[in-house]
């Protein structure tokens, strides 16, 4: 059997005479288009427009608004007579209309009709179920006019493009309309930008007279872990309910947040959602130390903040600290998504809340929480500033984790309304930040932080408690470290401090503001020992990384390699050389001191 296509007529938009308003629009900034890459792609389609095909052949969708009729031709005699073969179009927003408008199409010829046959009895416009029918009716029944509705129905993005004013009652100017349209925020995949987005710019444009929207933002396709697009055949496809079944909805949205980066592409890998699960165990966490701690005992701290800004005036300078933090950080959330940059906003959230509160705060809390027994005033103030920071974490992730967040919202205090509901907070650093409380927990965090990574790039035992010598220390760096001394020995697993004059061999130098200490290694570790761990190593990864190397400076790869193979092994390669470098650092260092 021989199957050839069919020719049929089709309606077409002349999107010539629709097109220059959209395309100005753009072009004059009345609608942004980020990242910016899209505008070309926008420009390019639009300035190369083509007709527009709106006619489908399918059983569902909008049925177009046209209906068909007889034609009425007059021969050269002057007579009237009817031709089925190239009916008359009448383009209505309803049968009634369609129908007004043939009564006065058919008007003379009725006239004429009733006259030839003496027979006033006209019976107006009726409806066929196809031309066929109507030609067969009104041979029938001469004095009754047929019309007929044509059978496609309107290309999906014809209808779609009408979404802006449609959802809002379009037609008619409802309460709905008039309060939110033109509306503000378009996000979209950036593969649809001229199916819909400039099918939507044409039409409003041309109906109503007005821009839908004033920015559209474009979102990367979600991939596979390769950056293989998501194929049933191919077998990639990542099914979002497994995913929030295994990990839950907030590390799924954290994770499309956290990779959501302008034009880039989203590659969904379950290793990095389980670390964003793990983010949302980490602030549960959190509260519960806070709960056990009698953190949610008093009248809710969001109750009595204004604008934000927290209802206590600490003393302690940790407390001080966290405080001028917190507003560090929601400054550059909001400075983030003032631009569309999800993925910096989610990051500055995971660093604050993981680092700066559950990691430091939460830990450098506990003697302030017990002093004595949890009733001195710096425990309560200790108790009042968590509360509030707390408060804040759920805030400012509330609306990448929406979930968890409503949830601790509702458990640890009774609110006056729900997280959703919440005022978004305006401090900023100006408000808040304590410079010199500042200066000093950072300095603390930094030398801390300084001192366990040289333990670990040296391996010394992690629960080995070390001296340390020190060679100078300016004044703000002395009071640093004699305001929390006893802080800084415990977490970085510090035995004793003693001040020299140098540091004798085999010592590792640790850089803090305005100070220099060493941390001595004889006794500690075999420094051949070790020199010769780490040789091994290096070596090792010399040879992975001439492998990849040979691999991408081969033309042969670079050209028949699939472009997600030759990324994943640039990033192998990144990554390979990262380490060495680290491990070329440690054995630099240990050839210094040995």
């Known amino acids: 059997v021989v199957i050839e296509p069919m020719l049929t007529d089709q309606w077409f938009v002349d999107t010539d005479q629709i097109v220059g308003p959209a395309l100005d629009a753009v072009r004059n900034g009345d609608v942004k288009i980020m990242p910016e890459s899209g505008e070309k792609v926008y420009y390019n389609w639009l300035d190369n427009i083509e007709p527009w095909c709106i006619s489908r052949q399918l059983w569902w969708g909008h049925q177009i608004p046209v209906w068909y009729g007889a034609a009425i031709l007059t021969d050269d005699e002057g007579q009237k007579r009817i031709d089925w073969d190239n009916p008359m179009t009448f383009c209505a927003a309803s049968f009634e209309d369609a129908v007004a408008q043939a009564d006065i199409y058919y008007a003379e010829f009725n006239q004429a009709y009733a006259a030839t046959t003496n027979d006033p009895a006209i019976h107006g416009v009726a409806e066929a179920l196809d031309r066929a029918q109507a030609q067969e009716a ?345 305001n929390n001394e006893a802080m800084i020995k415990r977490l970085a697993r510090v035995e004793s401090l003693e001040k020299a004059d140098g540091f004798p061999k085999g010592t590792v130098a640790i850089s803090a503001p305005g100070a220099t200490f060493g941390l001595p290694l004889e006794g500690l570790i075999d420094i051949e020992e070790e020199k010769s761990r780490l040789q091994k190593s290096l070596d090792k990864l010399a040879k992975e990384i001439g492998g990849l190397k040979g691999r991408l400076n081969n033309p042969k790869f670079a050209a028949s390699a699939p472009a997600e193979v030759v990324e994943e092994a640039q990033e192998n390669l990144s990554a390979r050389q990262q380490e060495a470098d680290q491990l070329q650092a440690a054995l630099n260092r240990l050839a210094e001191i040995g």
């Open 138 to 482: 009104h041979a029938e029944n001469p004095a009754q006019n047929y019309i007929w509705r044509d059978p496609d129905v309107l290309d999906t993005w014809f209808s779609s493009g009408l979404w802006p004013i449609g959802t809002l009652g379009w037609p008619e100017e409802t309460e709905e309309y008039k309060k939110y349209f033109p509306t503000s925020d378009l996000i979209t995949g950036q593969d649809i930008l001229f199916f819909w987005v400039a099918r939507m710019m044409m039409m409003q444009l041309d109906t109503v007279k007005q821009i839908p929207f004033n920015t559209v933002y474009l979102h990367g396709l979600v991939r596979d872990a390769k950056g293989k697009k998501m194929s049933k055949s191919v077998g990639n496809v990542i099914d979002p309910l497994e995913i929030i079944d295994e990990f839950g909805a907030d590390a799924l949205r954290f994770t499309n947040a956290a990779m959501a980066s302008l034009g880039g592409a989203l590659k969904l890998d379950t290793a990095r959602i389980a670390g964003y699960r793990n983010f949302g165990t980490k602030i549960w966490n959190a509260h519960k130390f806070a709960e056990m701690n009698g953190v949610f005992e008093a009248r809710p701290v969001y109750a009595r903040c204004t604008n934000g800004v927290p209802p206590v005036t600490p003393n302690a300078t940790l407390n001080k600290w966290i405080i001028g933090e917190t507003a560090r950080v929601r400054e550059e959330v909001d400075a983030a998504l003032a631009t569309y940059r999800f993925n910096d906003a989610a990051s500055a959230l995971y660093a604050f809340v993981w680092g700066k509160v559950c990691d430091w705060y939460v830990e450098l809390s506990k003697p302030l929480l017990q002093d004595d027994e949890g009733d001195s005033a710096v425990a309560k103030e200790t108790r009042e500033t968590m509360a509030w920071v707390l408060d804040q974490c759920l805030i400012l992730l509330h609306p990448l984790m929406p979930f968890i967040t409503e949830d601790l919202w509702s458990q640890t205090a009774k609110r006056d309304k729900m997280l959703v509901h919440a005022d978004w907070p305006a401090y900023t650093t100006a408000d808040l930040l304590d410079e010199a409380a500042d200066r000093e927990l950072n300095w603390v965090i930094s030398l801390i932080e300084n001192i366990r990574s040289a333990r670990a790039q040296m391996h010394v035992p992690a629960g080995l408690k070390v001296p340390m010598i020190v060679t100078e220390m300016d004044p703000a760096a002395q009071a640093a470290w004699d």
